[in-house]
Every structure is written in structure tokens, then in C-alpha cells.
């Protein structure tokens, strides 16, 4: 590995989108763990990302600008999340969850160890030799050498691990505390159902997805007390707490930065919206954060943003490095990928999906995400679905060669379109993908699944979201 020795995993296939990797908080009550999110910063200034299955490297500059991108290495399923803690590095796959030792300087893939067997797509964290990571609403975790896995708790809303203990909220509100290893359940004050949290310095902080106030409670005097913005708080949305100041999303989809000291407010530009906790960075007072191919970051010391599009970056030679050095990161040398040249932007009022080979307009007001099953696969889901256990599939785009007729015996599909090459199936769920108690995102996924049921080649052109590229 170019920035800690010479690692290299073999090359299986040379695309990467970019994912989840994590965050080392090393002072306070977080002291010692490694949280996932989407964009690894290490103490030694190195950026780790991945994007499909290869592994990727970034230099921060003293401004906390990321430059000098470089592919170091490839698995054989697409990386999902990473953290590095130690002299480890951990890679989420959909394979499951690899280990590699990077003293060891590994030069073959099957030298990295599987730990667990399952993918992690919510993200882990590390800490005291265990794994810890959710597996729809359970909080299990597995010992950080091999698998094991153990139940800690079920019903979970939403958890942050530190030093000290297990700090979460459930399904029907309440703030609770337990042990590393799940014992000594402690009720610590009431919240809203499903809320979620942040630690930062002495304090929780804590909402509900449909208020517009924050909370937070005093873990040195078990107080609570109430912050009223000045611009309407958007529940829905995920905060970012400095021991200053927190930023956040108000109900205008404009950020804003809240000082807590004086509650004098900031409104702050940006890129993009603010990503939750496992979408996500902060790091000396920069959030960074991925969208496909393409890594934004804001400084909030001076209110600037900037971002990179890993695929024309990577495509090009990395300083000091020849062209022959870099060819295999241009998505010419290799063969069909569905999630070439992957990305999301708005276009005419609509979320537009797309890759080298389709389009595919979906609402921009319900949040939904793309999982990257395989070189032919991709996921369509309502990520408040998936996140709680359910799911959130709404479709699923494969593609088949003209000579393979297998869909044929698939209980429910249409064809989404047609080129010389391939055959572009939408497959849909038969059984339920959200959670029918819940009005709200048993609405969101009708409204998804209802524009996915346009997709269909043999019906009204007009009125089919899904859009062939390439012949």
C-alpha cells in the first residue's frame, strides 16, 4: 500500500463506488472507538474510501482539502464500509467482513481473514477487540479476530458505543445505557419514539424525526434541557456537534450553524445536504461525504465546500505515477459493469439515477438509496425501510444477456429496456419491504413503489421512468 507499505489485493475488476468508511474518535467518552461512516479520515492524514470492489487512498492538505487520489488494491465483492484501527484494516463487503493485517504487507487476497460471513450494510464500529453492528433493529456484535456473534440488544432505534458503555434509544422512546456486553440496562429520560442521538463532550443529544426542537442531557448531572433554533429544525435530518457548536438542517433545506454558548446563528453554504452519521465524517471541523462517484467536503471554520469526482480523477495518473501505472483505474479496460460511471443529481424536479448504461428518475422528497449487488444488480430501496430490518427493496434492475431468458421464472417483472447488448429487467418484491405500522413509511413506499411500476418497455414510452444509454 502506497501510503503504509506494500499491501495490494489482487485485481479482480477495476471499478470502485464510493462507501462507507469511518471516523477515529480519540478524545472523551469516545476515546479508542473506530465508527464507521462514509469517508475514513486517518490521524495520519490519509483518506480511505472505496469505491466498488477496489480499495482507495487521499492525502489531506493542511486546509483539510482532499488531493492525491490513488487505487491501492482490489477484493473480489464490492466494499460496503471500512475502518482501519491499529495496524488493521477492515473491509465491509457483500462477501462479509475481511481483515487484513497491514504489516503484513499482503500481496494475496486469500491472506485476508474472513471475520463475519454477512454483509454490514448499516455500517460497524470497533471497539476493545469486538465488532459492533446492527442487524436491523438487534445491536450484535463478534470479537474483532474472528466470528462469533452475539445479541446485545433487540428493538433499538438508534445507539452510540463509547468508552464507558452502550448509550441508545428504542422503537417506543427513552434514552437507556447498558454495558459493552449488554448487561446493566439503566434508564437515563424520556425521548420521542424511533429518536435519534449524538454524544458529544458531557452531553446526549437527542430528537425525533418530527420535532423541531433539540434535546440534550447532562451525563455528569443526568439534566436535560430544550434548544430552540432560531430557524425551524428539521428532525428528519442528521446534526453535527462540535464542542462549540452544532450545524444542522432546518425545515427550509438550508443548514445553519448553532452556537451553544450564545445560540448566535450562522447559515452555512453547501454542496449537498448533510449527511447522517454513517454517510459521513467530521474531522477538524470538516464534514466530508460521498455521493456515488463524487466526495464533497465543508469546512466550517470559514464556510467554504468542495468536492472531487473520484471516477475522472482515477481515470487520470496520480502525481509522481505514469500513465501505464494508473490505466487500470479507466473504466474502458474492463468489461460490463451496470454501475459504471454510477451518480445521482437533480434534474427537472426529480432525483436522476444514473450510470453509463440507464437513467432512472425518481423523487427527490423521499429518501431512498442504491445498493450495488453485483457487476450485472442494482437495488433500488427506501432507506428508512432498510434501515429498520424491512429491507425497503421497491425494485431491482438486472441485466441479462439477449441469449438468457432465466427472468422468465421470475414471479413478478417487466422488461425496463433494451440495447444491442443487454436486456434490462425490473424485478419486484412479493412480499412486504417496510414496516405497515408505519404510516409514514408505508406512504413513502407506495409512492416509490407506484413510479417503479411504470417501468416497463412494452407500455406507454412516456410514462416510463427508466431510460437505456448505450446501444
Known amino acids: 500500500m502506497r501510503r503504509y507499505g506494500k499491501f495490494v489485493l489482487p485485481l479482480l475488476v477495476l471499478i470502485c463506488v464510493l462507501v462507507s468508511g469511518v471516523s477515529v474518535l480519540a478524545a472523551g467518552r469516545m476515546e479508542g ?3 464507521s461512516s462514509t469517508v475514513f479520515v486517518h490521524e495520519k492524514g490519509v483518506v480511505f474510501y472505496g469505491w466498488n470492489n477496489t480499495l482507495c487512498t487521499a492525502l489531506l492538505d493542511e486546509n483539510g482539502n482532499v488531493y492525491d487520489f490513488v487505487t491501492e488494491g482490489h477484493v473480489p465483492e464490492d466494499i ?5 484501527d491499529g495496524n488493521y484494516l477492515y473491509l465491509a463487503t457483500y462477501g462479509g467482513l475481511f481483515r487484513v493485517d497491514l504489516n503484513e504487507h499482503v500481496q494475496d487476497a486469500s491472506q485476508a481473514q474472513l471475520l463475519y460471513e454477512n454483509s454490514l450494510i448499516n455500517g460497524f464500529e470497533i471497539y476493545g477487540n469486538y465488532v459492533y ?11 474483532a479476530d474472528h466470528q462469533e456473534e452475539e445479541s446485545l440488544l433487540t428493538g433499538i432505534s438508534d445507539y452510540q458505543l463509547t468508552k464507558d458503555g452502550i448509550y441508545y434509544t428504542d422503537s417506543d422512546g427513552g434514552l437507556f445505557y447498558v454495558n459493552h456486553d449488554g448487561s446493566g440496562k439503566a434508564y437515563l429520560t424520556d425521548t420521542a419514539a424511533d429518536a435519534s442521538i449524538v454524544i458529544q463532550g458531557d452531553y446526549i443529544y437527542y430528537w425525533g424525526d418530527e420535532e423541531t426542537l433539540l434535546h440534550r442531557y447532562n451525563l455528569e448531572t443526568s439534566g436535560t434541557e430544550d434548544i430552540s433554533p432560531e430557524q425551524e429544525f428539521d428532525g428528519g435530518e442528521y446534526i453535527w456537534v462540535t464542542d462549540d457548536y452544532l450545524v444542522y438542517s432546518a425545515t427550509d433545506r438550508e443548514v445553519y ?9 450562522e447559515h452555512l453554504d453547501k454542496l449537498y445536504s448533510l449527511p447522517d452519521r454513517d454517510e459521513g465524517t467530521l474531522y477538524n471541523e470538516v464534514i466530508y461525504q460521498s455521493l456515488a462517484a463524487t466526495v464533497y467536503w465543508m469546512d466550517l471554520r470559514n464556510n467554504t465546500n468542495n468536492k472531487a469526482d473520484m471516477e475522472e480523477i482515477l481515470a487520470a495518473p496520480a502525481s509522481g505515477e505514469t500513465e501505464e501505472n494508473t490505466s487500470d483505474a479507466s473504466v474502458g479496460n474492463i468489461g460490463f459493469n451496470i454501475s459504471d460511471g454510477i451518480n445521482v443529481h437533480a434534474s427537472e424536479g426529480s432525483a436522476l439515477l444514473t450510470t453509463d448504461y440507464f437513467q432512472l428518475y425518481l423523487p427527490m422528497d423521499v429518501l431512498w438509496d442504491y445498493e450495488v449487488v453485483n457487476s450485472d444488480t442494482i437495488k433500488l430501496v427506501l432507506a428508512s425501510a432498510r434501515d429498520e ?27 425496463a429496456g433494451v440495447s444491442e447488448a443487454k436486456k434490462y429487467v425490473a424485478i419486484f418484491p412479493t412480499d412486504v419491504q417496510y414496516n405497515p405500522n408505519d404510516a409514514e413509511q408505508t406512504a413513502a413506499y407506495q409512492r416509490l413503489a407506484d413510479i417503479a411500476a411504470r417501468i416497463d418497455a412494452n407500455g406507454n414510452s412516456d410514462d416510463n421512468p427508466f431510460i437505456v444509454m448505450l446501444p
Open 33 to 35: 472507538v473506530t465508527a
Open 80 to 84: 460496503t464500509d471500512l475502518a482501519v
Open 133 to 143: 453492528y446492527r442487524a436491523g433493529n438487534t445491536l450484535q456484535r463478534t470479537p
Open 257 to 265: 450553524k448553532y452556537y451553544l454558548e450564545d445560540g448566535r446563528e
Open 389 to 415: 430490518g424491512y429491507g425497503g427493496v421497491f425494485v431491482t434492475i438486472k441485466a441479462y444477456d439477449w441469449g438468457d431468458d432465466s427472468y422468465a421464472d421470475i414471479p413478478r417483472y417487466t422488461i
